[in-house]
């Protein structure tokens, strides 16, 4: 009885597990967990909190350096009695306690400079982070694209199949009656396993555009998984402009906005290291006492450590100024550095703008070109499907060889296979531009 209850349960743990694997995904559900699980997303989470550090400790930057001290030491030998400046041969000991603070009050606003860089740079981090996640969920998009290509690529072999099989047991009984030749039933029977083939390749395509979305998702212990059909949104917008959408792109991708954040970062280090060439003035404090065993009274008594501690006090305050007049022109060499580093940021910009203008304007052209093949391609699976259907009947009266029938049939596979893929190719780049645009065509939250 008992070895009945764990049968028991253990088909009903693999039913849930099973259930539990087949879960169907959709668009979104697959780029929110890909966004949490991503591994190289998390390596530029930390490098935006690295960033964040660095501002926060530029602001903490203008507050007062306070430091403490403390010292114990025990001399042996010839050493000088720091009470009598005397040179003795004794042992003895001593220890001595200070606290100073410091303040920068003007240093060529090198700070406040540092402060509005480290700013920026942390913008530039969050920008980069972001477009990264934009990144990933276009590579999700385009997975999941693939696996319902794949899956349409499948039901087409397997609606080729079914024809085959009902053209090959026509052709055996047209053989029997005698109205076709034998030779007939081996070209039906050789479609038919190139058909089997075909739908075996397409059935391993389809797993493999499945291996590749659960990696790029990171989703551990999936071996597959099943997804929610879209319907391509195939309506053709003929008032696209590249200048339009390259407008919008402008103000909205995070790979311009995270260049020019860099750039005006080292706008703001190069005012800093300009700052170099001022004076600087600064303001500093301190306190500072000692207890010395060799400090005795007049009766030759050691005086007591707090008694020590009071009268070896001393207290300083007073302002420090630093004028640069030759330091082997260090100074202007970093600034000339800067100078080339700003050149090298708005290159890099311009490259950046151009790549991106680029890339609109080839998916701009590509959207032209794939409505006129959408449109094309549709006429020709109605006149391929009409056709293939004219041909089973002539075939069936004996009109046609069976190699034109498998010509006919050929053709109207290669037609529904193009219309699929142009769909899909379409859809891709729809969403792509509307990326661009700012649109919220992909689903990006905040998941830090």
């Known amino acids: ?25 959709n668009l979104d559900n697959c780029i929110s967990y890909a966004l949490k699980h991503n591994l190289t997303l998390l390596d530029y989470q930390y490098l935006e909190d690295s960033g964040k550090e660095s501002y926060n400790q530029s602001i903490r930057d203008l507050l007062p350096r306070v430091n403490g001290f403390g010292d114990y030491n025990i001399r042996y030998g010839r050493s000088t009695d720091p009470n009598t400046n005397d040179i003795i041969d004794t042992e003895f000991f001593s220890n001595g306690y200070s606290m100073n ?11 406040v400079h540092s402060i509005k860089a480290s700013k920026l740079l942390f913008k530039a981090a969050q920008e980069t982070s972001q477009q990264q996640r934009f ?21 087409i072999s397997k609606e080729q199949l079914a024809i085959s099989e009902d053209n090959f047991k026509l052709a055996n009984k047209q053989i029997e009656i005698g109205l076709k030749a034998k030779a007939d039933l081996f070209e039906a029977e050789s479609v038919l396993y190139s058909d089997q083939l075909n739908l075996t390749q397409n059935e391993n395509l389809l797993q493999a555009a499945k291996l590749t979305l659960i990696q790029e998702m990171n989703l551990e212990n ?32 995070p790979l311009l906005k995270a260049q020019r954040y860099r750039t005006e970062a080292v706008k703001k280090q190069l005012s800093a290291a300009r700052g170099e ?32 501690i009071q009268d070896n006090a001393s207290r300083y305050v007073g302002f420090s100024l630093n004028v640069p007049i030759f330091n082997a022109w260090s100074t202007r060499s970093a600034i000339k550095q800067r100078k080339i580093a700003l050149k090298r940021e708005e290159n890099n910009l311009e490259i950046q703008e ?3 203008f680029k890339a609109i304007q080839q998916l701009v052209q590509e959207n032209k070109a794939l409505n006129v093949e959408l ?36 053709m109207y596979a290669t037609s529904q296979n193009k219309n699929l893929q142009v769909k899909l190719r379409l859809q891709i ?20």
């Open 1 to 25: 009885m008992n070895i009945k209850k764990v049968n028991l349960f253990l088909i009903l743990l693999f039913i849930g597990m099973v259930v539990t694997g087949q879960e169907n995904w």
């Open 101 to 111: 603070a410091s303040i920068d009050l003007f240093r060529g606003f090198q700070k």
């Open 135 to 155: 990144l990933l969920a276009l590579r999700i998009m385009t997975a999941y694209h693939d696996i319902q290509f794949y899956e349409g690529l499948l039901a």
């Open 222 to 253: 999936a071996h597959t998984l099943q997804i929610n059909p879209i319907v391509p949104n195939t309506m053709a917008d003929n008032k696209l402009s590249t200048d339009s959408i390259y407008g919008l792109a402008k103000d909205f991708v």
């Open 277 to 308: 060439l001022y004076p600087s003035l600064s303001f500093a404090t301190g306190y500072g006492t000692g207890y010395y065993e060799t400090t005795r009274d007049t009766l030759g008594v050691t005086i007591p450590f707090k008694n020590q």
């Open 354 to 356: 151009q790549e991106i």
């Open 375 to 410: 449109i094309q391609s549709e006429k020709q699976i109605m006149a391929q499907e009409q056709a293939f259907g004219v041909a089973q009947k002539k075939y069936e009266k004996g009109l046609f060889t069976i190699m034109e029938l498998n010509l006919a049939k050929t």
């Open 429 to 448: 780049n729809q969403n792509t531009l509307a990326f661009y645009q700012g649109q919220p065509i992909l689903n990006i939250n905040s998941t830090k």
